[in-house]
């Protein structure tokens, strides 16, 4: 079981950056491999980046690909989204989202937290 709370949204403008974080109880956080998705309005949810338990393996969307950045803090039981060249359409609700396997956090975790408004002015 593990719950997850993210942090770090906000409004910025177009070709800014901010950083996500994700919190997470339990003490079995390195045993879960963690995902960021976004949904924005009128949308269905996306899958936006994954990382591994370890933190060696990253997945991401190719919309966010070379701007985004996932990683992860097994210590302090955190996950980060750096979002740098933020761009309109990356407006949304980010959520954080976790589960056991790599493969399953990509579509269809168990786990999710309540999301964090990113909105990017143009």
């Known amino acids: 079981q593990v719950q997850l709370v993210e942090s770090g949204g906000g409004l910025v403008q177009a070709g800014g950056s901010l950083r996500l974080s994700c919190g997470a109880s339990?003490?079995?956080?390195?045993?879960?491999?963690m995902a960021w998705f976004r949904q924005a309005p009128g949308k269905e949810r996306e899958f936006v980046a994954a990382i591994g338990w370890s933190g060696g393996s990253t997945y991401y969307a190719d919309s966010v690909k070379g701007r985004f950045t996932i990683s992860r803090d097994n210590a302090k039981n955190m996950v980060y989204l750096q979002m740098n060249s933020l761009k309109p359409e990356d407006t949304a609700v980010y959520y954080c989202?976790?589960?056991?396997?790599?493969?399953?956090?990509?579509?269809?975790?168990?786990?999710w937290g309540q999301g964090t408004q990113v909105t990017v002015s143009s």
């Open positions: 339990g003490r079995t956080f390195s045993s879960y491999a």
């Open positions: 989202a976790a589960a056991l396997s790599l493969v399953v956090v990509r579509t269809s975790p168990g786990y």
